[in-house]
C-alpha cells in the first residue's frame, strides 16, 4: 500500500487550497482515511477523517466549518478542501489510512502513511 499526498504549498490569509491523496491499493473501501497535520515543535494532530464509505465524516474542532474532507472510491484518493486559511494552519498535512471501515482520531491508530505535503498560509 502507497500513499502520495499533493497540493500543498504557500497561500494567503483566507485562501484555499485542495490536497489529495492518491492510494495504491486494491482495496481502498476496505480502509477509512484521515487527514493529520504537524506543525514545528508541535504533536501531529488530526484533522479530519472519513469512513470507506464517505459516508461518515468527522473534523477536529479548530477546521470545523472550513474544511471538507471527501474520498472518491474509483479513483482511489481522498482529499481535504481548505477554506478560509489561517496562518495557524500551516503545517505538513498527512493523509492516511487505517484498516477496517472507520476513520481514527488519532495518529497511533493509522496504519499506512503518506509523505506529507506542506501547507504554508502567510501574506
Known amino acids: 500500500v502507497q500513499l502520495q499526498a499533493s497540493g500543498g504549498g504557500l497561500v494567503q490569509p483566507g485562501g484555499s487550497l485542495r490536497l489529495s491523496c492518491d492510494v495504491t491499493t486494491h482495496t481502498f473501501t476496505n480502509y477509512g482515511g484521515g487527514w493529520l497535520r504537524q506543525a514545528p515543535g508541535k504533536e501531529r494532530e488530526f484533522v479530519a477523517g472519513?469512513?470507506?464509505?464517505?459516508?461518515?465524516?468527522e473534523y477536529a474542532d479548530f477546521v470545523k466549518g472550513r474544511f471538507t474532507i471527501s474520498r472518491d472510491n474509483a479513483k482511489n484518493t481522498v482529499y481535504l478542501q481548505m477554506n478560509s486559511l489561517k496562518p495557524e494552519d500551516a503545517a505538513t498535512y498527512y493523509c492516511?489510512?487505517?484498516?477496517?471501515?472507520?476513520?481514527?482520531?488519532?495518529?497511533?491508530?493509522?496504519?499506512?502513511w503518506g509523505q506529507g505535503t506542506l501547507v504554508t498560509v502567510s501574506s
Open positions: 472519513i469512513s470507506f464509505s464517505g459516508g461518515s465524516t
Open positions: 492516511a489510512i487505517k484498516r477496517g471501515l472507520w476513520y481514527g482520531t488519532s495518529w497511533f491508530e493509522y496504519d499506512y
